[in-house]
């Protein structure tokens, strides 16, 4: 087997890479994402990496490309030529740019769309290389190893891929199912605490969105459940027509957080901080009562995310991210809120409420309790109305 490890510079050198040789587990969970012929499983458990060089067999591939925040030798030797590249993790590498080289560096490859990518890493490496699959000859099969407590809970199962742009995240993408994935738990004991954490805001989520008392369970069981319920949610409305923008319970003022930070604020913790302020506006707007308005903070409280705004954060800035956010509908501001029906999505929420709950919310200089300094946000260019 021929094996070249290379970096993302396209002068980099190939060397000699090593691949450990990986025990196919002897149990672990399943779950299957029902589309029809498009179908696939999510393996989640200790070890399940070592099905990886099976799925690659199944899927007749003469060459694979991976793309891993990983190092190599974390991986199974794949038994087919194999290109290695690294991926750098973070909000800031999901660009065109990124997307544009990898497909460089497939068509270098020789990669036909009869081979298969790879990616492994965190949900940022899921959704940039998911793009560059789907569009690299308008469609080359992709498996995911999603390396993150965040990643194997929401964001490497769905076949949602995207990038970000200056003026907002996750603007350009598009939907293209992977052939497997693995929640590789093995991967999740080498995490920062903080990157733990930040995993738990799409957890703290599922509470509103049809899986509660998650917090109790084993953390393989809370992936498990969450995955299900994602895998449900997918099946049913795979290009978010209607029921699968619960998923994105929290997102609308999250996104606007981690832009309007910079990113310092990660996604899961600013999903948590929206997670709270959907259920005030919700309660706001008579949708909940107050008690299940306090159950949101009591819920992303418990998983020891933050709560609170950033006391530097300007609402103009916020508001103007949030008109650009890809679910928004008509003239207002669009949320998922919660209801007397469950979640659904609400459009043209008056920016009055919006901004009253914004006023509201706690603020904090130190959301997180060791807050890095954050690099200066281009706001002059962020409008907070719609132009015509």
């Known amino acids: 087997m ?14 000699r890479g090593r691949a450990t040789r990986s025990r196919v587990p002897s149990s672990h969970r399943r779950v299957d994402v029902e589309l029809g012929d498009r179908a696939y499983p999510v393996h989640i458990g200790h070890g399940v990496r070592a099905l990886l060089p099976g799925l690659v067999a199944a899927a007749g591939a003469a060459r694979a490309a991976v793309v891993s925040a990983r190092p190599a030798h974390e991986l199974p030797s794949l038994g087919v030529d194999t290109l290695w590249l690294t991926a750098s993790d973070g909000e800031t590498g999901k660009t065109l740019a990124a997307v544009a080289e990898l497909c460089e560096r497939f068509a270098e490859f020789g ?43 929401d964001a490497g199962i769905g076949g949602k891929t995207g990038v970000n742009l200056p003026e907002g995240k996750n603007l350009v993408g598009t939907y293209w199912q992977p052939r497997a994935v693995l929640c590789d738990t093995e991967f999740l004991a080498t995490l920062p605490p903080r990157e733990h954490t930040n995993g738990y805001g799409e957890l703290a989520r599922c509470h509103f969105i049809g899986a509660a008392g ?109 008109r650009r956010d890809k679910k928004a509908e ?59």
Do not use: W
């Open 330 to 388: 008509g003239q207002g501001l669009t949320f998922v809120l919660d209801g007397p029906d469950g979640p659904e999505l609400v459009p043209d929420v008056p920016e009055t409420v919006v901004r009253e709950q914004l006023a509201a919310m706690p603020r904090s200089a130190d959301p997180l309790g060791a807050e890095a300094s954050r690099p200066a946000v281009p706001t002059a260019a962020i409008p907070t109305h719609r132009t015509g």
């Open 2 to 15: 021929n094996q070249s490890v290379t970096g993302r510079a396209p002068t980099s050198r190939p060397v």
């Open 111 to 153: 990669l036909t769309r009869s081979d298969v990518v790879i990616s492994c890493g965190g949900g940022t490496t899921t959704d940039t290389v998911g793009l560059a699959a789907a569009l690299y000859h308008r469609g080359t099969p992709v498996i995911h190893l999603p390396t993150s407590l965040l990643a194997q809970v």
């Open 214 to 322: 998650l917090g109790g369970l084993p953390l393989e069981e809370q992936i498990a459940r969450s995955v299900a319920l994602k895998a449900s949610v997918v099946s049913r409305d795979e290009r978010d027509q209607g029921l699968r923008h619960i998923l994105n319970y929290g997102h609308t003022l999250g996104h606007a957080l981690e832009r309007a930070t910079a990113y310092a604020l990660r996604h899961g913790e600013a999903v948590a901080v929206g997670t709270v302020f959907a259920g005030r506006l919700a309660g706001a707007l008579g949708r909940i009562p107050r008690s299940r308005v306090a159950e949101h903070l009591d819920v992303v409280a418990s998983y020891g995310l933050p709560t609170a705004l950033p006391a530097d954060v300007d609402h103009d800035v916020l508001i103007g991210y949030m």
